[in-house]
C-alpha cells in the first residue's frame, strides 16, 4: 500500500515522497516498514484527454531503491474543490514483488496544509498477509486533533471476523515535524493495537493516511481517508434523514479446497431512504454479490441509531440473516461503513442523493472512472474515461472499445449490460448520487466482483 504526495513540472518530471507498506517482508527483517521516502519518476498524457501514466521510483533507500511502479490515471473534469482523479496499477512484474495491483485517488493540494479540528476516518487492508491468503482488516472512527494532541477518539474494527467495538482511540503527533509535503507522523493506539500512522494532509482539511509497519511486531497495517467532521458532537437520529447511496466490500479469508485456496468477493451496493428518526428505521434498497451469488434488487428495513459524536449503528435482516453494520457520519447523511458481521469486514462509504426523480439522461456524460478497492486478486482493475449518452455507454479500455446500454429508474438504481467484464462480469448495477456522480457494481454470479464510482 501507499500514500505519499508528489508534483509535476512542465516537462512531465516527478518528484515527491511515499509512505510504503510492503507486506510480503513483514516480519522478515527484510523490510516492513519504508516511511517518507523519496522518489522520482514521470507523467505522460496519453492521446486520449485526461488520462496518461505516471511512473513512481524510489531512490536513496538501501531495499527499494530503484525499484519502479506504474499507474494509469484518469483527472475528473468537473465538481467543486481542488482537481482530482483516480488511478490504478495495473500489475507490474519485478523480482521484488511478484505481481503487484493497486488503485487509488488522488487530489490537488497546496503546500503546508495542517490537520486541525474533528475528524472521521476510515482504513483498510485487503490483504494483511501480503500473501493472497489473509481476510480483510478494516476500521472506522472519529478524532479530534488538536496541536499535535488526539483527543475523543472512538474507533470500531472488524479483523476478518473479529470485531472490536466503540474501541477508544488516543495518540499523539511523534516529534517528525510536518514536512515539506504536508506529512505528519502520529502514533496512535486504536482498540489496543498499536498502529503508529503517516498522515498526508490536503487543502480540503483531510487527508490519505497509512500504517506504519515495522518487522519483526504485530501492529496492524492500514490505509485510507480521514475526512473534516462537521457539527461534532451534534449528531443524532435526526442526523440521517434524506436519501443517501451506500457501497462496501470485502474478501473473507479464502478456503481451501484440499489442493488450493480460492477467493472470494462481498461486495454491496444500495440506497437508503424513509427515514423515521423517532422509530429509528430507515428502508434500503440493495444489490450484493457474495460468495459467487449475485442477490439483486433486494429491499429491507433497517433499524439504526446515532450517537452525539457520529457513531451509528445499523441492522438489518437478508436471507435470514442480521446485517450489522457501523457507520462514522462526517456530515448528515455522509461517511464511512465498516460491516461487523462476517471475517469480509466490508468497508465503504455513504454519500448523500441529490434529489430525484432520475431518468436515464440524468446521467449523461463524460466520467472519470476507476476500480475501487479491488477485493481479490482476480477483480477487475481499470481506470479509463467513460461517456453514457441517453442509453448508450462507450469507452476505450486497455483491451478494447467498451460499449453498452444502460436504463436508470426514477429512485436512481439502474442496470446495463457491456461487451467487456470490466467490473467481474458484463451486467452491471448502478446507482445514482448526482448528475455528476454515479456507483457501478458488478452484477453477475462472480467471486471476483468489483465497485467503481464514476464522477465528471
Known amino acids: 500500500m501507499f500514500a505519499g504526495a508528489f508534483g509535476v513540472d512542465a516537462n512531465g518530471n516527478l518528484s515527491g515522497e511515499l509512505d510504503f507498506t510492503n507486506y510480503p517482508f513483514e516480519g522478515t527483517g527484510t523490510a516492513g516498514d519504508d516511511s517518507g521516502l523519496p522518489i522520482v519518476g514521470t507523467c505522460t498524457n496519453s492521446a486520449t484527454p485526461n488520462q496518461g501514466t505516471l511512473t513512481f ?43 503487484t495491483s493497486g488503485t487509488g485517488v488522488f487530489v490537488a493540494t497546496a503546500p503546508d496544509a495542517v490537520l486541525n479540528g474533528d475528524y472521521a ?110 457539527n461534532a458532537g451534534s449528531y443524532n437520529n435526526g442526523s440521517l434523514n434524506a436519501p443517501f447511496v451506500f457501497s462496501a466490500g470485502g474478501a473473507p479469508a479464502p478456503l481451501y479446497t484440499g489442493s488450493s485456496y480460492t477467493t472470494s468477493s462481498d461486495t454491496t451496493l444500495g440506497l437508503a431512504s424513509g427515514f423515521n428518526s423517532g422509530a429509528g428505521t430507515f428502508n434500503l434498497q440493495f444489490d450484493q454479490v457474495s460468495g459467487g451469488v449475485a442477490n439483486l434488487n433486494q429491499s429491507a428495513t433497517a433499524t439504526y441509531s446515532v450517537a452525539s459524536n457520529g457513531r451509528a449503528t445499523v441492522s438489518y435482516t437478508s436471507g435470514g440473516n442480521t446485517v450489522n453494520y457501523v457507520y462514522y457520519l462526517d456530515n448528515s447523511n455522509d461517511g464511512f461503513i465498516l460491516g461487523e458481521s462476517s471475517s469480509a469486514a466490508e468497508f465503504g462509504f455513504f454519500q448523500p442523493q441529490a434529489p430525484g426523480p432520475f431518468a436515464t439522461s440524468t446521467i449523461n456524460g463524460t466520467f472519470a472512472s476507476a476500480t475501487f478497492l479491488p477485493m481479490v486478486p482476480a477483480s477487475p482493475n481499470l481506470a479509463t474515461e467513460i461517456t453514457l449518452n441517453n442509453g448508450s455507454i462507450s469507452a476505450r479500455t486497455p483491451t478494447g472499445a467498451l460499449s453498452g446500454t444502460y436504463t436508470v429508474a426514477p429512485s436512481g438504481r439502474g442496470t446495463a449490460s457491456v461487451n467487456l467484464p470490466v467490473l467481474g462480469g458484463n451486467d452491471l448495477v448502478l446507482y445514482v448520487i448526482g448528475p455528476g456522480s454515479v456507483a457501478l457494481m458488478g452484477s453477475d454470479n462472480t467471486t471476483a466482483d468489483a465497485i467503481t464510482f464514476m464522477h465528471f
Open 57 to 99: 521510483t524510489f531512490v536513496n533507500d538501501p531495499f527499494l531503491s530503484g525499484t519502479t511502479f506504474n499507474y494509469r490515471f484518469v483527472l475528473q473534469q468537473g465538481g467543486s474543490g481542488p482537481p482530482r482523479g483516480q488511478l490504478v496499477e495495473p500489475g507490474d512484474m519485478n523480482t521484488s514483488f511478484a505481481t
Open 121 to 230: 476516518f476510515g482504513l483498510v487492508d485487503i490483504d494483511p498477509q501480503g500473501t493472497g491468503l489473509g481476510s480483510q482488516v478494516g476500521a472506522a472512527g472519529r478524532f479530534t486533533y488538536s496541536n499535535g494532541n488526539l483527543s475523543a477518539g472512538i474507533a470500531d474494527i472488524n479483523d476478518g471476523g473479529t470485531v472490536a467495538a466503540n474501541a477508544p482511540v488516543s495518540g499523539a503527533k511523534t516529534a517528525f515535524p510536518t514536512d515539506l509535503y504536508s506529512r505528519i507522523s502520529v502514533d496512535l493506539t486504536i482498540g489496543g493495537q498499536h498502529v503508529p500512522m503517516s498522515i498526508y494532509v490536503n487543502s480540503s482539511g483531510g487527508g490519505f493516511a497509512i500504517g506504519q509497519i515495522s518487522p519483526n511486531t504485530a501492529t496492524k497495517g492500514l490505509a485510507g481517508f480521514i475526512s473534516p467532521q462537521a
